[in-house]
């Protein structure tokens, strides 16, 4: 039966390494075709090469012109601060009093979850981010709802409820025992249904007890196939808390690693003041790093090093830290990403960016094989992107006169407006109107 075929013709690009340290670690096919069977990606190659490979009747969809990647993957988000974004104040911790904890307490409503988490994928899609990896809120309805929403468009999602038990006003407080009782209930609901995978999330050090950090990490064990999150190292005055509330602790990472939540499938936001110690553990453990630029820059919490992460080999991402993060659109996190490397002293290359937003999430969520690339059988999640989608991406990137030039002019002129289409296991869930 031929007819679950689909093929794409358009120029491709993806990843099978890192290019900042393997040569030939990208495919670009300037005239090539995909070719989608199932859901999966059946073949990614030239199209006059492929073509002839294709079963009678199969439908090819004309992109000429524009660009096909992997969908964007999106290491950090929280959903419930969709509705927060761009709320001003002078740092972190005042920003999370002040528009957090009250945005967060309207999440004990599943149809106001559901209501936000349904605009929330939209807008991820519109953007071509394709999988996150979410915070949703404390409450367990938060969870549901955000699932419910994934499923119905058969995005892969990776989320959890928030545990916090301290610190924090009294209507976002879990307990030790509640809020584990509650992730692995949510667990057993949702972890691997259909592409749904769950996340273990502690929102950071100062809002849970010891005891809570201890439970967390013993579900972890428990669970290790599950993912798990949270924030270390973002700001300063976040680190001189953790520094008197830990006064026993190496330092803020140490804490975590203290509790046994250093492993594969760990996802870390921020890690701006790390020691090379911290590298050093994260690397030996697989735990990966989610940069998170707009986000960073937007609350002042400083600049991301990249020169120090790469001599440790820690696993890289981006993401966009919505509601700290200014923006849901990848190509904007590049953006920043580019700048804030570069003051740093780091050149960070287009081709690299665009790994780190597909390839280089799959890989810190070990999910290469699964999403971040075109090889045989991987899921087809994929985004159309539209060099000429404004007037001045147009002009600039018809006087681009290599591939890393007009990837660069995607990545610093780019945003919701570069993306034609989204699709997610081969069906369009976005669709420019143009
Ligand atoms: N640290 C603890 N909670 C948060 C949050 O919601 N956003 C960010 N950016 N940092 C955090
Ligand atoms: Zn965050």
Same mark, same amino acid.
């Given at each position: 039966?031929?007819?679950?075929?689909?093929?794409?013709?358009?120029?491709?690009?993806?990843?099978?390494?890192?290019?900042?340290?393997?040569?030939?670690?990208?495919?670009?096919?300037?005239?090539?075709?995909?070719?989608?069977?199932?859901?999966?990606?059946?073949?990614?190659?030239?199209?006059?090469?492929? #073509?002839?490979?294709?079963?009678?009747?199969?439908?090819?969809?004309?992109?000429?012109?524009?660009?096909?990647?992997?969908?964007?993957?999106?290491?950090?988000?929280h959903y419930p601060q969709?509705?927060?974004?761009?709320?001003?104040?002078?740092?972190?911790?005042?920003?999370?009093?002040?528009?957090t904890f009250?945005t967060e307490r309207k999440f004990a409503?599943?149809?106001?979850a559901?209501?936000?988490?349904?605009?929330?994928?939209?807008?991820?899609?519109?953007?071509?981010?394709?999988?996150?990896?979410?915070y949703c809120t404390v409450h367990p309805q938060s969870v549901?709802a955000f699932?419910?929403?994934?499923?119905? *468009?058969?995005?892969?999602?990776?989320?959890?409820k928030v545990?916090m038990?301290?610190?924090?006003?009294?209507?976002l407080?879990?307990?030790?025992?509640?809020?584990?009782?509650?992730?692995?209930?949510?667990?057993? *609901?949702?972890?691997?249904?259909?592409?749904?995978?769950?996340?273990?999330t502690?929102r950071?050090?100062?809002?849970?007890?010891?005891?809570?950090?201890?439970?967390?990490?013993?579900?972890?064990?428990?669970?290790?196939?599950?993912?798990?999150?949270?924030? #270390?190292?973002?700001?300063?005055?976040?680190?001189?808390?953790?520094?008197?509330?830990?006064?026993?602790?190496?330092?803020?990472?140490?804490?975590?690693?203290?509790?046994?939540?250093?492993?594969?499938?760990?996802?870390?936001?921020?890690?701006?003041?790390?020691?090379?110690?911290?590298?050093?553990?994260?690397?030996?453990?697989?735990?990966?790093?989610?940069?998170?630029?707009?986000?960073?820059?937007?609350?002042?919490?400083?600049?991301?090093?990249?020169?120090?992460?790469?001599?440790?080999? #820690?696993?890289?991402?981006?993401?966009?830290?919505?509601?700290?993060?200014?923006?849901?659109?990848?190509?904007?996190?590049?953006?920043?990403?580019?700048?804030?490397?570069?003051?740093?002293?780091?050149?960070?290359?287009?081709?690299?960016?665009?790994?780190?937003?597909?390839?280089?999430?799959?890989?810190?969520?070990?999910?290469?094989?699964?999403?971040?690339?075109?090889?045989?059988?991987?899921?087809?999640?994929?985004?159309?992107?539209?060099?000429?989608?404004?007037?001045?991406?147009?002009?600039?990137?018809?006087?681009?006169?290599?591939?890393?030039?007009?990837?660069?002019?995607?990545?610093?002129?780019?945003?919701?407006?570069?993306?034609?289409?989204?699709?997610?296991?081969?069906?369009?869930?976005?669709?420019?109107?143009?």
């Open positions: 039966n031929t007819s679950t075929f689909q093929a794409y013709r358009a120029s491709l690009l993806h990843f099978n390494d890192d290019p900042a340290y393997h040569a030939n670690a990208h495919h670009w096919h300037e005239d090539g075709l995909l070719i989608v069977n199932d859901g999966k990606v059946h073949l990614a190659g030239d199209y006059a090469q492929l #073509v002839h490979l294709l079963p009678e009747g199969t439908p090819v969809h004309d992109y000429r012109g524009k660009l096909i990647t992997p969908g964007f993957i999106d290491t950090h988000v969709t509705d927060m974004i761009a709320s001003p104040a002078p740092g972190l911790l005042p920003w999370l009093e002040k528009y009250p409503n599943p149809a106001h559901t209501n936000v988490a349904s605009f929330f994928l939209d807008e991820l899609t519109r953007c071509g981010t394709t999988t996150a990896m979410v549901d699932f419910g929403e994934s499923e119905k *468009r058969n995005l892969r999602m990776v989320a959890g545990l038990d301290r610190n924090c006003p009294d209507f407080r879990d307990t030790a025992e509640s809020g584990v009782r509650e992730s692995e209930e949510l667990i057993k *609901r949702w972890h691997k249904r259909g592409r749904q995978l769950y996340a273990i502690p950071f050090a100062p809002t849970s007890t010891e005891a809570q950090l201890e439970l967390a990490g013993a579900l972890a064990k428990a669970y290790p196939d599950t993912f798990l999150q949270t924030h #270390v190292a973002e700001n300063t005055d976040e680190v001189a808390w953790v520094k008197s509330l830990f006064p026993n602790a190496r330092s803020y990472m140490d804490v975590y690693d203290h509790y046994g939540m250093l492993r594969p499938r760990s996802m870390y936001a921020h890690c701006i003041w790390l020691d090379d110690a911290d590298r050093t553990r994260m690397a030996a453990t697989q735990s990966a790093i989610s940069i998170c630029p707009t986000s960073n820059l937007f609350l002042g919490s400083g600049l991301f090093d990249f020169e120090r992460a790469d001599a440790a080999q #820690v696993p890289l991402s981006l993401a966009t830290d919505v509601g700290g993060g200014t923006s849901f659109s990848m190509l904007q996190t590049m953006n920043e990403a580019y700048k804030v490397a570069r003051m740093g002293g780091t050149y960070l290359q287009a081709m690299r960016m665009f790994y780190l937003a597909t390839l280089g999430g799959a890989r810190s969520m070990q999910l290469e094989g699964t999403i971040g690339n075109f090889a045989p059988g991987t899921e087809a999640d994929f985004v159309v992107l539209d060099p000429k989608a404004t007037p001045l991406l147009a002009r600039r990137t018809e006087r681009t006169d290599s591939l890393e030039e007009l990837l660069f002019a995607i990545a610093l002129l780019g945003d919701d407006r570069t993306v034609a289409a989204t699709y997610a296991a081969g069906k369009a869930v976005h669709q420019r109107q143009d």
